[in-house]
């Protein structure tokens, strides 16, 4: 069974188990930490650092973590937001893991993009985590003056140079417009989604909204803003599946008679900037923008897919649907169950398989990346039974004694194999154990 063999890792692996720091927000113990960069800037490689308290906790902090690889989770009972986060310089020996922190919430003094990615090398997991871009603000000179433009939102997030990233069951939204008003004569864009250059990127049951373009509220001569763009994609490989990805509509345009304006473009939902890049969509949805209103007439409408350069860009789509895996987004400790929430097609046999490692490879003839590597769970993947008529199967294993151990990630990945054959790969999910 599955929880004896992770009593066998557990054992063997605990005498390597990373140190735990823990943030609480107040720095009560000698051993917590008021704030979660002074814990990252103490944190070692292969160290977890903790968030801890209960409802929701806010940290007015743009977060940095450069040139080694911690994990970085919240704990039980509490939402955690953070102003920002920067990864950079991650070397290629490294692994990242950031589970259940949302970035650019409410709450939390906006910075431009929530999470900024660049240089990364190693191996990057970023699981159930919001992001949310900065929203345009009113132009105002010496920060009191309005002054004739206001500025369009920000994307959620821009990922530049990065050699294996995966996210799973994240969400991001572009920022806001600022809408036209009296005295301002420029149009406000939506902020994109995400934009994606250089890099390795893998998604799973994710969610990418952009914003809408501004409305024209004053009748000057004025177009309406662009929708945002909800996937941006320069020179990069590209892996999307059971994700949705939608743009924004194009602001309405102004009328002053006699001359009028027209409404702005709807954004793309993806729209591929390359020379050499690959797409590969399984399962996914993508909701083009609409063009705005007013004027001379509407703005054009966005696509689905906008190949600027179609010479050069590859899109593979794969006609198998999406099987979704979820684990518990907190850490887990001795005595705890474990939660495995598996979907997928009725008839479906489910197989787990895990390491301590991991690494993308996308294999074509399973329709999706293989995300593991070293040294694994098992000689064999561990078949967890038939998914019943309604496609989804639910299982609970006990977390074994923890003796030794401060915490350790595991990263499991779901697979499916049809009755009358087919194996198809599925997301994968980090674990986070904790002892004491």
């Keep these: 069974m599955l929880s004896r063999t992770l009593a066998l890792v557990i054992a063997c692996c605990s005498s390597a188990s990373a140190d735990v720091l823990i943030v609480d927000g107040t720095g009560a113990t000698p051993e917590s930490f008021m704030t979660i960069q002074s814990a990252i800037d103490s944190a070692q490689s292969g160290d977890t650092v903790l968030v801890t308290g209960s409802g929701t906790v806010v940290f007015d902090e743009e977060l940095v973590l450069t040139a080694k690889g911690i994990t970085l989770i919240a704990d039980n009972d509490v939402a955690v937001h953070a102003k920002s986060l920067e990864l950079a310089s991650i070397p290629i020996t490294e692994r990242t893991v950031l589970r259940g922190i949302d970035f650019g919430l409410p709450g939390a003094t906006p910075n431009n993009v929530a999470l900024n990615v660049f240089n990364a090398f190693g191996s990057i997991r970023i ?24 500025y369009s939102g920000y994307a959620a ?16 939204f572009g920022g806001q417009a600022d809408p036209l008003d009296a005295g301002q004569y420029y149009s406000c864009n939506g902020g994109d989604g995400l934009e994606i250059s250089f890099a390795t990127v893998s998604m799973s049951g994710c969610t990418v909204i952009a914003a809408h373009g501004a409305h024209i509220n004053v009748d000057i001569f004025q177009d309406g803003g662009d929708g945002g763009h909800g996937l941006i994609i320069r020179d990069s490989v590209i892996s999307l599946a059971g994700t949705v990805i939608e743009s924004g509509d194009g602001g309405d345009g102004a009328c002053d008679l006699p001359a009028c304006d027209v409404g702005g473009p709807g954004g793309d939902a993806i729209r591929l900037l390359d020379s050499a890049g690959v797409l590969r969509l399984r399962d996914v949805t993508t909701l ?15 696509d689905g897919v906008e190949l600027r350069n ?3 860009s590859l899109v593979l789509s794969y006609p198998s649907l999406f099987r979704d895996f979820t684990t518990a987004s907190s850490p887990l400790r001795a005595g705890d169950d474990l939660t495995l ?15 301590l490692d991991t690494q993308s490879t996308f294999v074509p003839k399973f329709h999706g990346p293989y995300l593991l590597a070293g040294a694994t769970l098992g000689p064999t993947a561990f078949a967890l039974g038939t998914l019943p008529a309604d496609g989804a199967l639910e299982l609970d294993i006990a977390i074994p ?12 990945q779901m697979f499916t194999q049809r009755p009358g054959g087919g194996v198809f790969f599925g997301p994968g999910s980090t674990i986070v154990l904790l002892g004491g």
């Design 157 to 172: 997030a821009e990922i530049l140079g990065c050699n294996d990233l995966v996210f799973h069951q994240c969400n991001f």
């Design 127 to 150: 699981e159930n985590c919001d992001f949310y871009g900065r929203d345009g603000a009113a132009g105002l000179l010496n920060g009191t003056t309005p002054i004739e433009f206001g």
């Design 341 to 355: 929430t598996l979907a997928g097609l009725a008839g479906d046999t489910i197989f787990v398989w895990g390491a």
């Design 401 to 412: 004694p923890l003796p030794g151990l401060d915490a350790l990630e595991l990263s499991l």
């Design 288 to 302: 083009a923008g609409v063009g705005g209103l007013d004027g001379d007439g509407g703005g054009f409408a966005g």
């Design 310 to 312: 179609p010479m050069g």
